[in-house]
């Protein structure tokens, strides 16, 4: 570089650093320490995660089945399922042909009847879920059940073919006897693949009944067989959830009452659970899914588990007999009631229990004889209006009176205003409700504007479930939201005052949880996967530093006199951690302006280390995906001066502080 380029060049960086430095407003902000007149508590339940089986979250998604309609259960029992060389209007005298037969005694009642006429040509395959994603290395479980009718049906072929149909791996199986029998081989993928297929063909001639025809992973979480998808329930381990709410979401309604999410179907013998085609198959007219069905190999028993495994408390939602208000708004009579009200009752026994009862008993003979601690339970989704309410006050009182512990999360409906969420409101504080659940999809705007919502909520009534919430890009049930940076942003200024009223809300959850690349009905959502491997969004990572960071009493931070709550765009929160004797401090810059911010800590003594998490993205616009993870957290520590905290907060962004008590 010439002497002329290096004098232009320092004048350049000068001028940026001084412009810089005028755009770099200082703010001063106080931290206080006293409690009065009691402390705020940060529930351990403050930050959870909700699933909903809904873009494949469940079947294709967490629980790490491969085959779709394994069992031919499905409304169209050959979905899934294809026979390239059969006709429809042909005795197939050359290949084969499936027809399917039931046994309405059965839950699972369904099963294939398969006629080999040429062992030669006829073949049976599965597509998976918009594929199978095999990894490099890893091996399969392969198992299905048959009963050998007639004829000289040696062995069953079964091979894991490319987009292609070029052969993977294959295993075959030799049949022995009569009845029914449970087969089992192992594949090993020497190669990945996204959207691979499993291909079946016959040695000899003659007829087979098949049934359960599976496809597992082995490397499952916590390696269990026939167990969930290791990547995914990773995410949300690392999220540290003070709770998981199951299994829904609309899901727990059903579209009509005999659709409803039923817990008693899904617990037991995995091949006797009954089949249920997902509410979300037909719920929006612009992602039409007829083959998402519900095989309920993830039921409530892995739900618990799966709590048990994260750390989380268990939030069981249930239905109150009203189907989704979206759809039907199906209703029981009140003097139906009953078997809605025993079905509460009794998951509290499935899951507290001992072995002498009759539902703790089944718990114990699924494998898990230690309860699980269940302490709190849902009445309803977001149901509305005067049918809510009359539900609720009789669930409430059979509940209370044989659990009375029991907490029990009520519902305000799926907005966060309006005349039935004003209604709903009235009657449970009346009733003196313990938990309600409030509902927010809106815009990031809103979200901004609202991070002050609950200062002025009733300190002494019911305390708040923020349940189901995230900012919509473009519009609620929109196919192009996204989860972009200026989304995830507007959360976190609004969860700043989520936790400033701890005293308030008990308990968060963004929603929806998981959505497959190919298979999604909403957006926009928290962990995005395919056949192969999944990315956390910015909506992620905000949820992240909240919940592993959130301490456990509240502090006040104030801008004269005032809580951080949006002026000039700002936004904070502050919190002791009695048990790693820390000081958490989040601020969320919403301006185009940075921001220098002086933290003023009272009589508080601490060290002079700092450490700073910063998560913020080049432009508001900008989003995660499966080839990179642009916005992510990053940290960085160095040291206090003159008794003062003073950071940097960058345009648009989101910083943790965090420093230890002397």
Known sequence: MTTKNKIFFIAISLSAAFFSAQNNTVRT???????????????????GIFFEDINFAADGGLYAELI???SFEFDEPFTGWKQPNTKTLSPNLDSG???????????NKNYARITVLNDKNYILENEGFRGIGLH?????????????????????????????GKEISSVSTLIKGKGWQK??????????VEKAKLRITFTGKGIVNMDMISLFPQDTWKGRKGGLRKDLVQKLYDLQPGFLRFPGGCIVEGRTLAERYQWKKTIGNIADREYLINKWSTGFPHRLTPD?????????????QLSEDLGAEPVPILSCGMACQFNTAELVKMEDLDPYIQDALDLIEFANGDSGTKWGRIRTEMGHPKPFNLKFIGVGNEQWGADYIERYKVFEKAIHTKYPDMKIISGSGPS???????????????LNAQIVDEHYYNSPEWFMKNAGRYDEYDRSGPKVFAGEYAAQSVGVVKPDNKNNWLTALSEAAFMTGLERNADVVYMTSYAPLFAHADGWQWTPDLIWFNNLKSYATPNYYVQKLFSNNKGTDVLKIESNGKAVSGQEKLYATAAKDAKTHEIIIKIVNADTQA?????????????KKITKILLSAPQLSTENNFDAEPIKPKEEIYEAKNGEISTEIPVNSLVVLKLKTI
Request: proline share 6%.
């Open 97 to 107: 042909f499936l027809t399917i037969y039931s046994d309405p005694a059965k839950t």
């Open 136 to 164: 490099q290395g890893e091996q399969y479980d392969f198992s299905f059940d048959l009963e050998n009718v007639s004829g000289n049906v040696a062995a069953v072929n079964a091979s894991l073919v490319d987009e292609n």
């Open 292 to 304: 998402y069905g519900q095989s309920f190999g993830l039921g409530f028993f892995e739900y618990f």
């Open 68 to 70: 779709k309609n394994r």
């Open 29 to 47: 902000f106080n931290l206080d320490l006293k409690e009065t007149p009691a402390p705020v508590k940060i529930q351990p339940t403050m930050y």
């Open 595 to 607: 921001k220098t911010i002086n933290i003023k800590p009272g009589t508080l003594k601490t060290g």
């Open 183 to 192: 087969y089992t081989a192992v594949f090993k993928s020497p190669k990945t």
């Open 416 to 430: 966060p205003d309006g005349e039935f969420f004003e209604y709903g409101w009235k009657e449970l504080k009346q």
